[in-house]
């Protein structure tokens, strides 16, 4: 038989190793914690000095340009055109950062409401245009046999999706480009093409824009050539239990489309 502290040293010794195992699981817990940190911190400063650098370095410029006592009225109105598309740009990316911010955090609530699709998206369309660089001429056309569509969604998320999509078409469009919004029911669910002229993408850049989930950060997104905008578009469409498909040919042009349940939410 053994005996009582022969028992009582094995307890002591079986909580003990249970304490130390729980001690070093929350320190690993804690250094992957540090780690995400220390990787956040460094993707907010990437975005900065690289997004944001560019659109401020332009501003000074554009400010440069004004202090010319010897600008003609439409020289000046132009210039000044080109400084309200500049600081909207930066403010559609600090909204985006800030969207960025809250999904790490996991703090993007979910609101979906009952809206008309076909009005909501006229409204983002007339919008867009006054953000269309001045050295292209490029005309957005919104297609839908429908008079009004009414669906429920997150509004604020959609707008965030389609103004990000819709928006960076501009960048990779030719100087006579065509955006093609196209909106369609399909029994319970709604498509939204965004159809342009540009550039294209080649099956292998499709695969990499697609990848979201092995996209772990920011700088990861930038080497291949995948802005933040889009990380937010994805994780957006996960909130709304939506898809985003998209289609490319080379020198043809690039489809997206965005498919969502007309009750999502209810």
């Known amino acids: 038989m053994w005996n009582l502290n022969y028992i009582l040293l094995l307890?002591?010794?079986?909580?003990?190793?249970?304490?130390?195992?729980?001690m070093v699981k929350k320190k690993r817990r804690l250094?992957?914690?540090e780690q995400r940190g220390n990787t956040f911190v460094e993707d907010i400063t990437s975005v900065i000095s690289h997004d944001i650098r560019t659109p401020i370095s332009s501003l000074n410029s554009i400010i440069e340009f004004l202090e010319d006592e010897?600008?003609?009225?439409?020289?000046?109105?132009?210039?000044?055109?080109?400084?309200?598309?500049?600081?909207?740009?930066i403010e559609f990316l600090v909204h985006d950062i800030l969207n960025w911010i809250n999904l790490s955090k996991g703090e993007v609530k979910?609101?979906?409401?009952?809206?008309?699709?076909?009005?909501?998206?006229?409204?983002?369309?007339?919008?867009?245009r006054a953000f269309i660089p001045l050295d292209?001429?490029?005309e957005i056309l919104f297609n839908s046999k429908l008079?009004?569509?009414?669906?429920?969604v997150d509004m604020k998320m959609l707008r965030t999706v389609f103004r990000n999509i819709t928006m960076n078409t501009f960048r990779y469009l030719p100087k006579q480009g065509v955006v093609h919004c196209n909106l369609k029911s399909i029994e319970e669910h709604v498509e939204i093409e965004i159809c342009d002229n540009g550039c294209g993408m080649s099956p292998k850049q499709?695969?990499?824009?697609?990848?979201?989930?092995?996209?772990a950060s920011y700088i990861e997104s930038l080497d291949q050539g995948v802005g933040i905008g889009l990380q937010i578009c994805m994780s957006f469409m996960d909130i709304m239990k939506g898809e985003l498909k998209v289609d490319s040919?080379?020198?043809?042009?690039?489809?997206?489309?965005?498919?969502?349940?007309?009750?999502?939410g209810q």
């Open 11 to 22: 307890l002591n010794l079986v909580v003990l190793s249970i304490v130390i195992c729980k």
């Open 31 to 33: 250094k992957e914690i």
């Open 70 to 89: 010897s600008l003609s009225s439409d020289d000046r109105r132009e210039i000044l055109s080109r400084m309200k598309e500049t600081t909207s740009g």
């Open 110 to 128: 979910y609101s979906p409401q009952s809206v008309d699709l076909v009005d909501e998206l006229e409204s983002s369309i007339e919008r867009f």
């Open 136 to 138: 292209k001429d490029i």
């Open 147 to 152: 008079d009004k569509l009414p669906v429920n």
């Open 206 to 215: 499709i695969e990499l824009l697609m990848k979201k989930k092995k996209q």
């Open 249 to 264: 040919k080379q020198g043809i042009g690039t489809t997206f489309t965005i498919i969502l349940d007309k009750n999502n």
